[in-house]
């Protein structure tokens, strides 16, 4: 009678329990994947059986040599690598959380480091035809726990086999950066340029959303010399004044 009591109350302490079993091999929820292009851009993205790997899609349009790449989720730089003339070539990948991550190939630039935060849309490199590659193209991956998978945009998977167009839907708000004069308010301009108008100013120690940059004058200021000048949605304000924690260009270009 006393094993069966207790017997019966092992059952009830565990019962509860049982319930936040996950099974193995249960899925979290994947990143809102978006392409690795600045939004509204068009690319044709084409797969194939005989890819490696299969599920991968190499991604072209236009005149793309030195096209922006942008990050498809946000997320922690896990790897930089550089393979010379072989394989993938200047390539890098994002750790998005929960066994899941993007992979960007054949760069001709790669922007990032290693442990850096990312945010979707950020600029992480520009298209290339590095290492195997016959010419300028974007070869992109996404995995889950270190095996490729079908890749997804915008909530819906790609073609799978054979070539389509896809419109980009990463609009991103922008990359926050802090301002630093060291006091002085920072003048706003119509243009990357002082002699473009004055249109507004924002102060010293300022949060401010970086949506593009482009290149223009090259201004000397608390971050050292930069022709880097950045459209902060009101006007553009010179990049050398303002702290990311990047060096170089973080947003696509305008």
């Known amino acids: 009678m006393i094993r069966a009591r207790l017997a019966a109350l092992a059952g009830a302490l565990l019962a509860p329990l049982l319930v936040f079993v996950v099974p193995p091999g249960t899925a979290m929820a994947a990143p809102a994947w978006q392409m690795p292009f600045p939004c509204g851009q068009v690319w044709e993205g084409q797969t194939r059986t005989n890819h490696s790997p299969a599920n991968a ?49 054949h760069l001709s630039v790669q922007r990032v480091s290693v442990g850096q935060q990312v945010s979707r849309g950020q600029l992480i490199g520009n298209v290339g035809s590095t290492g195997g590659s016959t010419g300028p193209h974007l070869h992109f991956e996404q995995l889950l726990n270190g095996t490729p998978i079908k890749v997804v945009f915008n909530g819906s998977q790609i073609y799978y086999w ?23 308010a ?59 924690g990047s060096d170089g260009q973080v947003a696509p270009n305008c």
């Open 57 to 105: 899609v190499d991604l072209n349009r236009t005149n793309d040599d030195g096209d922006p790449v942008v990050a498809s989720a946000g997320g922690r730089v896990a790897r930089v690598e550089n393979t010379g003339s072989t394989s993938y070539g200047r390539w890098i990948e994002i750790d998005h959380g929960s066994g899941y991550r993007s992979r960007y190939a």
């Open 186 to 244: 920072l003048t706003i301009r119509s243009g990357p340029s002082t002699s473009y108008a004055a249109v507004g100013t924002v102060a010293d120690g300022a949060t401010v959303t970086i949506r593009c940059q482009v290149h223009g004058q090259s201004i000397t200021g608390t971050y050292g010399t930069t022709d880097l000048w950045d459209n902060i949605g009101s006007g553009y304000i010179s990049d050398a004044y303002v702290y990311t």
């Open 162 to 184: 054979g070539t389509r167009n896809y419109t980009s839907h990463n609009c991103s708000t922008g990359v926050t950066g802090t301002v630093n004069t060291a006091g002085s």
